[in-house]
């Protein structure tokens, strides 16, 4: 795309010169610094020397002259911006969506309905607690912000990873927010929902009980950004070239399905790698890989919401994919990093108001409130009314109006009529009127009043639906994280609050959690400390094609709910360590590298030492690196390197961890001694050399031309069935 001249007139009708998946690239590259040879200041002059500063004499006072080193000091004071209030800690890179599908029966926005086109797209991924330097792996809702940079402007949005949220209207979000984040008194504890304030809110605040279950589930702690979906949460209009509306919900479907991390790793990382997830999408892009989500619609009309028995205004609910199944509709696909993290990532500002011709909002409260609430955001983090040119944030589609001037405006507007009407300027810009943005004419015969509508008042149907829809090892997962985050909380009484609260989602997972917590069990049924009990019709199937229903129709379980159940296990982005020392059987670590890299996995070497082993280079050590890094540990043979590897506590620990956290282990010929010499060795002898589905291969030395079989083997990751 030719660079654009932003003083010259361009009319709303004139389509841009090309728009492809690369047109927001071209246009930031004209805003990239060019990298000269000779050091300037920021009005250009030549600097002489930038280790020295003008002193009054060699040992003399420094000289208020020094303009060098005030401007450079002076923009040092001023580097850093106030971080979001949440979803702070975070990271994004660049991409495009395709469109396969025209939902022009529904929507004129373009976007939806040019099949083929691709829309330069950004998205951020963020944790909504931490601050900005905090930890990625944290147990929390990610935020899903997504940027189109549509033809018709910028359409943002900007969803989370949980299609649900903890409260139905917006006037509640400071008290949220107050709750989780650090307490107030002491700043304690870091990105961690695990503490008093946090659930005496919840345990007050009974319409967050289906967002609890989703926290507290495997959702909470994905593996990386490309395993988890992403969901825009509200019910959103799309209205078409008739003016009918239909009520629309928006879903991002990873192509390598959901798959996440168990809490002893998500805890682990937070501090071996506290970059984890942001190094993972750095690194794969970085590689040339992509990450890819198929964007999909759940399309309804007001007809149908009415008869079902939960509000589609109501951000506390889903639509159940077997209620209205999700179209897929086109491709997102992430694939190139940013150049700049403050200048794209950081400074990438994001409004749920940023929508196009032919979609509208819906009354979901919680969607109203935060139609104010982004570009106030904006005002006080990027500081003036001109965020909107940061090159990040400025649309391809041409922008021409009357405003103007305020901090930083960077657009130079020529003439002198910056009002409407105008004659001077023969009224131009003018209005589109009918061709431009037009609000959804909704009949409205309301009284005034704070109320909530009688139907946003179950609180418990839809988190009783996500609990019946997990399996076994779900469940017991969301018993563990519960009984783990109350046992942080001091006071007894939040505690107890929290335990009536869980009794009218299941009786049992309250009496396990009370169980844990030193409480008698809440209720009949007996608690199995640890362990996950349920009666015959919760734990029924979800291995049919279907979702089972009740008899009066209502869904007893949605078989999307669950991560373990119908989700693609593949090999692609996975991180194996290869454990190596002097003496390893170079050929057999090539042909794993290889047989890794053919399955769109990754083998990292890990070494005895840094660097050159045999003309391998190691880029990891084992002391440098651990093994809740990976997705698997591979030790192929050599009898000297296996001895070097035998002889490291570290490498021992290598395989127990993998072990740990059901993640596949290979060996190789003597590579199997480090796995019988290492502290599960008897659990090995004792399975008889036999596989254990999801754990090992069983310490069988596999001969080298099987290593394709690395690739196949890979299909065990996704196995959540680990601590
Ligand atoms: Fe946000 N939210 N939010 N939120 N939100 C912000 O805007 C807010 C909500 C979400 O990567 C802030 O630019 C209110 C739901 C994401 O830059 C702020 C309410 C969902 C991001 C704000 C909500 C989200 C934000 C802080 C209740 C999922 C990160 C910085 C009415 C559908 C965007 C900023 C990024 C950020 C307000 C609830 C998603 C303060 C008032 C529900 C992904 O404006």
Sequence with gaps: ?????????????????????????????????PTGKTLTDNMGHAVSDDQNSLRAGSRGPTLLEDFFFREKMTHFDHERIPERIVHARGTGA?????????????????????????????????TVAGFRGSLDTARDVRGFAAKFYTKEGNWDLVGNNIPVFFIQDAIKFPDLVHAV?????????????????????????????????????????????????????????????????????YHFKPALGVHSLVWDEAQKIGGKDPDFHRRDLWETLNEGGTLEWDFGV???????????DFDVLDPTKIVPEDLVPVQKIGRVVLNRNVDNFFAE????????????????????????????????????????????????????????????????????????????????????????GARGFVSYPEQMRETKRRARADSFSDHYGQARLFWNSMTPVEKEHITKSLAFELSMCEVRDVRLRMLERLEHINELLASQVAVALGEKPRAAKTAQPGGQQDSAEETALLAGATSPTTASGKLQQARALSQEVGQPKLPKNRKVAVLIAPGVNVAQVNAALDALKKAGAKGELVGTRLGDIDGLNAPKTLS?????????????????????????????????????????IFAFAEGAELLTASPIGKALRNMGGKPDAGKTDGGKAAPVQNLSEVGNAASLWGNPAAL
């Excluded at 022009?104 to 099949?115: D, F, G, M, R």
């Excluded at 809110?201 to 009980?209: H, N």
């Excluded at 988890?228 to 008739?242: K, W």
């Excluded at 490498?651 to 961890?657: L, M, P």
């Design 1 to 33: 795309m030719a660079k654009r001249k932003r003083s010259t007139p361009i009319s709303l009708e004139e389509t841009l010169p090309t728009f492809d998946q690369h047109s927001k690239a071209e246009d930031l590259s004209t805003d990239t610094a």
């Design 94 to 126: 660049h991409g495009y969506f395709r469109l396969d599908k025209s939902l022009e029966a529904y929507t004129t926005a373009k976007v939806l309905t040019e099949v083929g086109v691709e829309t330069p797209m950004f998205i951020r991924f963020s």
């Design 181 to 249: 984040k650090p307490e107030p008194h002491n700043e304690i504890p870091q990105a961690a929902s695990a503490h008093d304030t946090f659930y005496d809110f919840i345990a007050e605040t009974p319409e967050s009980m289906h967002m609890m279950m989703w926290v507290h589930s495997d959702r909470a702690i994905p593996r990386s950004y490309g395993m988890m979906e992403g969901f825009g949460v509200h019910t959103f209009r799309l209205i078409n070239s008739r003016g009918e509306s239909h009520f629309v919900k």
């Design 298 to 308: 759940q399309i309804f009309t007001e007809a149908q919401a009415d008869k079902w």
């Design 345 to 432: 990532t950081e400074q990438v500002a994001f409004m749920p108001t940023n929508i196009v011709p032919g979609m509208d909002f819906s009354n979901d409260p919680l969607l109203q409130g935060r139609t104010f609430s982004y570009l106030d955001t904006q005002l006080s983090r990027l500081g003036s009314p001109n965020w909107v040119e940061i090159p990040i944030n400025r649309p391809l589609a041409p922008v021409h109006n009357n405003q103007r001037d305020g901090h930083m405006r960077q657009t130079i507007n020529p003439g002198r009529t910056a009002y409407f009407p105008n004659r001077l300027a023969g009224n131009l810009p003018d209005q589109a």
């Design 624 to 664: 440098n690196t651990d093994p809740v890094l990976y997705d698997g540990v591979l030790v192929p043979g050599g009898a000297k390197s296996v001895q070097a590897l035998v002889a490291r506590p570290e490498a021992h620990n290598f395989v127990v961890e993998t072990y740990r956290h059901a993640k596949p």
